[in-house]
């Protein structure tokens, strides 16, 4: 006999459903994947070890950071010590810190003349010239060769004001032609509970996607391998697509027809974002998720939406 499908429900009831998808997409987020983007790289060591410039700024360790890298350590410190606007840029994806106003260079070769350092200067971010000359961050602390320091601070800081957490890179030898790169971030979320949301849910994975980049373009650059500004393009294509994929599949379950069939794509866009940015797999590996959310989210070649479905069952 012919049995009706799930009845569709009202769009009061299809908003719930899309906030529960929702919320369950924020709970991986922070339960299963802040844990290990937190801790990237390192081990146990590294992780609840000391760190030159631990306590210097108040506020908890929150990030731990660490790469592997086939170059000796003195050459790893060279390329770390050229980050900055004024410098050669954070070897990270260019594009997308161009479209957020940093006009970022991009120099992809050793320079002494941008690796000096003394504590209070300045590490810009935004091009001096922009959010008010605001842009930057203070170095605190320098060891040649082996560690930067440098002392941030919140939006809600008020302008002046003494650095309320630390962002450190430390480069460690781990023989002749080997080293490792770790960074660490310690400080506060910003006091309000929209900006403790926007730290955990926007702001951390955003530093992580770029941070993680950057450290891997530190890696490909002192182990004698050119950065791919195409590559770079192409993963943040996927960024842009599943995203796009994860508002159309949500407005159209919200408004439109096969509500569960787009309430599915919408559970799946958002995780397949979280993995695109976070995970970063390679581009074709992207290109195919978003292929699947496509497909999935089309409504059931019957040409009837999926609110419509029945299922063939025998007559007892």
């Known amino acids: 006999m012919l049995l009706p499908a799930p009845r569709v429900p009202a769009i009061t009831g299809r908003a719930a459903a899309l906030a529960v998808v929702f919320a369950v997409l924020m709970g991986l987020l922070l339960v299963c994947a802040r844990p290990w983007y937190a801790s990237w790289g390192t081990t146990l060591e ?38 900055g606007q004024d410098r050669a840029g954070f070897y990270s994806y260019e594009l997308l810190e161009d479209l957020a106003g940093c006009e970022m260079p991009n120099v992809q070769q050793l320079d002494p ?25 203070t170095l605190i602390h320098h060891e040649p060769g082996r560690a930067l320091v440098f002392g941030t601070n919140t939006p809600s800081d008020p302008p002046g004001s003494p650095p309320t957490g630390s962002w ?19 400080g506060g979320a910003i006091p309000t509970l929209l900006g ?9 994975p955003l530093h992580f996607a770029m941070e993680r980049r950057m450290l891997e373009g530190i890696r490909a650059l002192a182990e004698g391998r050119p950065m791919s500004s195409t590559r770079d393009a192409l993963q943040l294509l996927t960024w842009l697509s599943t995203f796009a994929l994860f508002i159309a599949t949500g407005a159209s379950a ?14 799946a866009a958002g995780g397949a974002f979280q993995v695109v940015t976070l995970a970063q797999p390679s581009p074709l590996l992207g290109f195919g998720l978003v292929i699947a959310i496509v497909l999935l989210s089309r409504p059931s070649a019957s040409g009837t939406s999926g609110d419509a479905a029945r299922v063939l069952e025998p007559a007892s």
Do not use: N
């Not at 003349?113 to 961050?137: C, F, I, N, T």
């Not at 460690?172 to 310690?186: C, F, K, N, V, Y």
């Not at 919200?254 to 559970?267: I, P």
């Open 168 to 186: 450190s890179f430390v480069v460690e030898p781990t023989g002749p032609s080997s080293s490792r790169l770790l960074t660490r971030a310690s």
């Open 196 to 204: 403790a949301a926007y730290t955990l849910a926007v702001f951390e």
């Open 254 to 267: 919200l408004l439109g027809r096969a509500f569960w069939r787009r309430l599915l794509a919408f559970g």
């Open 113 to 137: 003349a941008l690796q000096r350092w003394s504590v209070g200067s300045k590490l810009w971010m935004y091009p001096p010239d922009e959010l008010d000359g605001l842009g930057h961050a």
């Open 46 to 83: 590294e992780r609840s070890g000391p760190l030159p410039g631990d306590g210097l700024a108040p506020g908890p360790v929150h990030e731990t950071r660490a790469i592997a890298i086939a170059a000796p350590a003195a050459q790893v410190f060279a390329w770390v010590a050229q980050i």
